[in-house]
């Protein structure tokens, strides 16, 4: 069931939620007043990590590849290394610098406002459809582009169509292709099909996207190969690889964050004045956690603090271990569900979602608390149908060139 | 050597097919802190102190720095205090060389001055600061005319200092008064420095004066001290209180335009300084704007294409670098006012003129 008003869904009073969210707004203030050198210090090991990683698999390969007795582990190892640096590249550094969370630092290498990652999708198109559309409106129908990216059904509220019947395909195809499916994401192709799309936006996305894609492609497929002379099939094979392995990681994590059974979705009446506090709120009712050590929560972005990550999106990462120590003793305070569990459990409820919901309502049962709301037929919006308001970090702009 | 500067640098441009989208230098930094053209930047090789509370750091230069500066600018220097890069400007006291290696800037600490007493005494040689180009027009001209007087109270010496090392190296030092004023001997920069030059010199007169025990300068003295001193061209640095009544006094004298003034500190607007003139320095637009308008409407309605997002000063996306004057933050009054400082456009208001990178 999608909820109309959070406030009302919990047995919380007006005041009660008014006054979680100031403890909220205490944990932040106290994480930004106590952001120091080791702050600073851990997101450039990182970097230096993730680059050192980078380059070591790279140089693997294109040595290691060469002679024959070598061959093998050096392709295990220059593959693997470089799978690990674009996870790490695009996870827990990149997602998390564009968030605007080390801005603090003053530092103009590290900032969100030119940061670019090694994926295909432009920094800019991401900043909009994540940081602002999807933070800001998360799991609200028809405004979160997040739920199933316009290719799956994720939600029973959405109307079923027999094209969904083909979801467990299209679910394997965005999961091998993530890259390129993100990608595409904030191009609005619903839009596309149906003519609404202003021509001279669609343009000037495209032309961003085929020179960042084509930048990737020709370094990933054309210019590494060809350094590897005879070997270049081997350097091909191996950068697909670690291509593939960042795509299916980065896929499985982020359908971690919204899908699994506890994570809510809301309806368009929850957005009207709605206020700070019960934005805080929906964001600690519709996503959702893992559990992990340290390395797992490092390798997905920190991700596996969904909650923590949605109340705070511009507070450090390295922080939400200890952010949620908090968020949980507030749960528990307040009554809250604290949505967490094991990885391969919290993805298994995704995936069976995914099947599921392949097939018409009435054949299935709902696996959320409720029973499902009537269905309704809903639409992408555009940025001018959208109230413009406090959005928890979500930065974007679109440059005035392409 | 021109010509394998250029080749170097195409290699490094050719390398961002292997390094995309980052740039070889991302990559080659790791290497070497300093080999590195994404942002000036230098190594501090040595802390040399020159009082009890004032240093010279002799800094290396990384990438892309060229030693052209002109004798008197100053540059900006960034470095990372609890996590956050803090910016300052000081001028460059060592003299330009075209095969320098490196550059020096001498610092003193202010009593509430955080980052320039960490400068003084927190910097560890081997320490990698941010750097900006040389900027500021209290420049000693070339030729140097051929007669100077220059009038400097504490650390203003730091400019001065670059221009006299600059006649020095070159052999030609013109008719040159140099009034000093410093509270005692032991708190001037530069001391032994200027006795060794002023014996060396017959042209260069040094007047020491020694604030605490003889007073401020009065400006009605400079007759005797320097009695043709309407004759030269003269350069000013020092605290502003002193600039003033100096600027005064050549004012009354008509000879403002002979007289150059080098202020280390922002002066406010005379109605306590809210509100002022922004410019947008890429765009080349500027706005006026009231204590109550933020700098992200006001560079709209100047029609600038400002960055913007959330508009409440959560996500960050205004973001832009102020590069000179003074805002503030509306949330909660802190006012800002270092050069290259990044600021979110959306809860900011100008206090005074100001100008922003865009």
């Known amino acids: 069931m999608a909820i109309a008003d959070v406030k009302e869904y919990t047995h919380l009073s007006e005041e009660e939620v008014e006054q979680l969210g100031r403890e909220l707004d205490a944990i932040r203030a106290e994480v930004e007043e106590s952001r120091c050198d080791a702050d600073a210090a851990y997101i450039n090991r990182m970097i230096t990590v993730q680059r050192g990683l980078a380059a070591a698999g790279r140089?693997?390969?294109?040595?290691?590849?060469?002679?024959?007795?070598?061959?093998?582990?050096?392709?295990?190892?220059?593959?693997?290394?470089?799978?690990?640096?674009?996870?790490?590249?695009?996870?827990?550094?990149?997602?998390?610098?564009?968030?605007?969370?080390?801005?603090?630092?003053?530092?103009?290498?590290?900032?969100?406002?030119?940061?670019?990652?090694?994926?295909?999708?432009?920094?800019?198109?991401?900043?909009?459809?994540?940081?602002?559309?999807?933070?800001?409106?998360?799991?609200?129908?028809?405004?979160?582009?997040?739920?199933?990216?316009?290719?799956?059904?994720?939600?029973?509220?959405?109307?079923?169509?027999?094209?969904?019947?083909?979801?467990?395909?299209?679910?394997?195809?965005?999961?091998?292709?993530?890259?390129?499916?993100?990608?595409?994401?904030?191009?609005?192709?619903?839009?596309?099909?149906?003519?609404?799309?202003?021509?001279?936006?669609?343009?000037?996305?495209?032309?961003?996207?085929?020179?960042?894609?084509?930048?990737?492609?020709?370094?990933?497929?054309?210019?590494?190969?060809?350094?590897?002379?005879?070997?270049?099939?081997?350097?091909?094979?191996?950068?697909?690889?670690?291509?593939?392995?960042?795509?299916?990681?980065?896929?499985?994590?982020?359908?971690?964050?919204?899908?699994?059974?506890?994570?809510?979705?809301?309806?368009?009446?929850?957005?009207?004045?709605?206020?700070?506090?019960?934005?805080?709120?929906?964001?600690?009712?519709?996503?959702?956690?893992?559990?992990?050590?340290?390395?797992?929560?490092?390798?997905?972005?920190?991700?596996?603090?969904?909650?923590?990550?949605?109340?705070?999106?511009?507070?450090?990462?390295?922080?939400?271990?200890?952010?949620?120590?908090?968020?949980?003793?507030?749960?528990?305070?307040?009554?809250?569900?604290?949505?967490?569990?094991?990885?391969?459990?919290?993805?298994?409820?995704?995936?069976?979602?995914?099947?599921?919901?392949?097939?018409?309502?009435?054949?299935?049962?709902?696996?959320?608390?409720?029973?499902?709301?009537?269905?309704?037929?809903?639409?992408?919006?555009?940025?001018?149908?959208?109230?413009?308001?406090?959005?928890?970090?979500?930065?974007?702009?679109?440059?005035?060139?392409? | 050597m021109a010509s394998s500067t250029i080749a170097w640098d195409r290699i490094r441009d050719a390398g961002s097919k292997l390094t995309t989208p980052l740039h070889p230098d991302d990559y080659l930094r790791l290497l070497n802190p300093l080999w590195s053209q994404r942002e000036l930047r230098g190594r501090v090789e040595q802390v040399i102190p020159e009082t009890d509370d004032a240093a010279t750091l002799v800094i290396r230069p990384g990438w892309g720095w060229r030693y052209d500066h002109r004798p008197g600018q100053y540059v900006g220097i960034g470095v990372q205090v609890n996590g956050k890069f803090q910016w300052r400007s000081y001028s460059v006291s060592s003299p330009p060389r075209r095969r320098g290696r490196t550059i020096s800037i001498t610092v003193r600490a202010m009593p509430e001055g955080k980052l320039s007493a960490h400068l003084v005494s927190g910097l560890e040689p081997g320490t990698i600061v941010r750097l900006a180009l040389p900027a500021g027009d209290f420049v000693l001209p070339d030729p140097p005319p051929a007669k100077m007087l220059f009038l400097v109270g504490g650390s203003g010496i730091t400019p001065v200092m670059a221009m006299v090392r600059t006649m020095d190296r070159r052999g030609s030092m013109p008719d040159v008064v140099l009034h000093y004023s410093s509270p005692t001997p032991e708190r001037m920069i530069f001391r032994d420095e200027l006795d060794r030059l002023e014996n060396a010199y017959d042209e260069l007169t040094v007047h020491r004066l020694h604030t605490d025990t003889d007073g401020m300068l009065e400006l009605a003295d400079l007759d005797t001290i320097c009695p043709d001193w309407r004759e030269r061209e003269t350069w000013a640095c020092g605290p502003g209180p002193m600039l003033d009544a100096i600027s005064e006094h050549f004012e009354a004298a008509g000879l403002e335009d002979s007289l150059h003034v080098e202020r280390f500190s922002l002066k406010l607007g005379e109605d306590g300084g809210e509100g002022g003139t922004i410019t947008f320095r890429t765009s080349g637009r500027t706005a006026e704007a009231d204590g109550a308008t933020t700098v992200l409407e006001a560079g709209e309605a100047a029609g600038v294409g400002m960055p913007f997002g959330c508009r409440m000063g959560i996500c960050h996306t205004c973001t832009l670098t102020l590069v000179d004057g003074r805002i503030r933050d509306l949330r909660n009054g802190d006012e800002f006012d270092q050069p290259n400082e990044q600021v979110q456009t959306c809860v900011t208001v100008p206090v005074g003129d100001c100008t922003f990178d865009i």
């Open chain 1, 59 to 402: 140089v693997t390969l294109l040595a290691g590849l060469q002679s024959k007795r070598t061959r093998t582990p050096a392709w295990i190892a220059g593959a693997g290394m470089l799978g690990l640096a674009k996870i790490l590249e695009n996870m827990e550094i990149g997602h998390n610098v564009m968030h605007g969370q080390w801005d603090w630092m003053n530092d103009p290498e590290i900032h969100s406002s030119n940061w670019e990652w090694d994926t295909a999708q432009p920094a800019e198109q991401w900043k909009h459809s994540h940081n602002y559309i999807h933070h800001q409106f998360t799991n609200v129908l028809g405004f979160d582009n997040d739920i199933g990216y316009g290719v799956l059904r994720m939600a029973r509220e959405q109307k079923w169509h027999p094209v969904y019947l083909g979801q467990p395909v299209f679910n394997a195809l965005l999961a091998g292709l993530f890259q390129w499916g993100v990608a595409l994401h904030d191009l609005d192709l619903e839009a596309i099909r149906k003519g609404t799309k202003d021509p001279v936006e669609m343009k000037r996305q495209l032309r961003q996207i085929a020179r960042k894609g084509r930048n990737q492609v020709l370094k990933d497929y054309v210019v590494y190969p060809a350094l590897s002379g005879r070997q270049w099939k081997a350097t091909l094979k191996a950068n697909a690889t670690a291509n593939l392995a960042r795509n299916l990681w980065a896929y499985m994590i982020i359908f971690c964050g919204h899908f699994p059974d506890g994570a809510l979705h809301f309806t368009e009446e929850e957005l009207e004045d709605e206020t700070r506090a019960e934005w805080y709120l929906r964001q600690m009712l519709g996503s959702a956690n893992f559990e992990g050590g340290r390395l797992l929560h490092i390798l997905s972005g920190s991700l596996g603090f969904q909650i923590e990550h949605h109340l705070f999106p511009d507070l450090p990462s390295n922080r939400y271990p200890e952010i949620a120590v908090k968020v949980q003793a507030l749960c528990e305070k307040y009554d809250i569900p604290y949505t967490t569990g094991p990885l391969h459990r919290q993805y298994g409820q995704a995936l069976r979602t995914i099947m599921k919901l392949s097939l018409p309502n009435s054949m299935t049962s709902s696996d959320k608390p409720e029973p499902p709301s009537p269905s309704v037929d809903r639409r992408r919006r555009t940025d001018d149908e959208r109230p413009r308001r406090r959005t928890e970090t979500g930065g974007y702009y679109r440059s005035q060139t392409a």
